[in-house]
């Protein structure tokens, strides 16, 4: 299997004690990986370094083998990211938000654009100003902004943050074929177990700043009766009550 994510000993610590320590992982390509933990525990510090926006103290991220830290421009060819929240121009519309982005891809053309929309949702409000935008429609936005090139690897810190119900089925239905059709290797970090567990092929747990521990869903869920009854037990198990 080819490696698509490797991560060797990632730390970076704060002054308040918070961060990430130690971190070491592996996702093969076409994975889906649910990243959980409490608040606080650095899953958005270890996004931020996989993504190259935080330097780490040490240790360092591959994305199929070239480094973020010494090949920054290379491994981020291959990665899309929505990472805490969906920036976009608040008085740009929709589609001239995507132009926007556009313009770093060299093959990203106006189809690919209504392509990315219409993936996501989007393509009806393609002429609408973001700021008039819903939190769930500015996340739909962001991840069309995240896809546009096509990227192998896709970081999404809280992906599901402000959709409905029904938006929260497309972005699962979205991923999961992405995954099965292109190869697409996914690294989600969500507080929404429910959707993790229907979502993701494998689970990393952490807490404190370490990575507790990780296994396969279907594994999980053959000793477990829920993800969330797997995760509260390997939370508490590490010193939460």
């Given at each position: ?13 704060y ?22 933990g409490?608040n ?42 929505m ?23 060299p ?5 690919r654009?209504d ?7 989007m393509l ?5 100003k973001v ?21 192998r690897?896709?970081i999404l ?19 999961k ?34 990575l ?30």
């Amino acid at each position: 299997m080819t490696k698509a994510i490797e991560i060797l000993g990632l730390t970076k610590l704060y002054s308040n004690g918070r961060g990430m320590k130690d971190l070491n992982l592996t996702i093969h390509e076409g994975e889906i990986f649910g990243f959980l933990g409490p608040n606080g525990s650095g899953k958005t510090t270890a996004m931020k370094m996989m993504a190259g926006l935080v330097k780490p103290d040490s240790g360092e991220v591959r994305i199929f083998g070239a480094s973020v830290q010494q090949d920054y421009v290379q491994a981020m060819k291959q990665v899309g990211c929505m990472i805490e929240s969906a920036e976009s121009y608040p008085y740009l519309t929709a589609n001239d938000n995507l132009k926007l982005f556009a313009r770093y891809y060299p093959l990203v053309d106006r189809r690919r654009i209504d392509e990315c929309l219409e993936i996501t949702g989007m393509l009806n409000y393609k002429h609408e100003k973001v700021r008039k935008f819903s939190l769930g429609m500015k996340q739909r936005l962001g991840l069309a902004a995240a896809i546009l090139s096509r990227p192998r690897v896709l970081i999404l810190d809280e992906p599901l943050n402000g959709l409905d119900v029904e938006g929260m089925l497309d972005l699962r239905r979205l991923i999961k074929q992405l995954a099965e059709m292109e190869g697409t290797t996914f690294f989600i970090s969500s507080h929404l177990i429910h959707d993790v567990e229907l979502t993701c092929n494998r689970i990393g747990v952490v807490y404190g700043g370490r990575l507790v521990n990780e296994g396969y869903t279907q594994n999980i869920l053959s000793d477990y009766a829920s993800l969330e009854h797997y995760f509260v037990s390997e939370v508490e198990r590490h010193g939460r009550v």
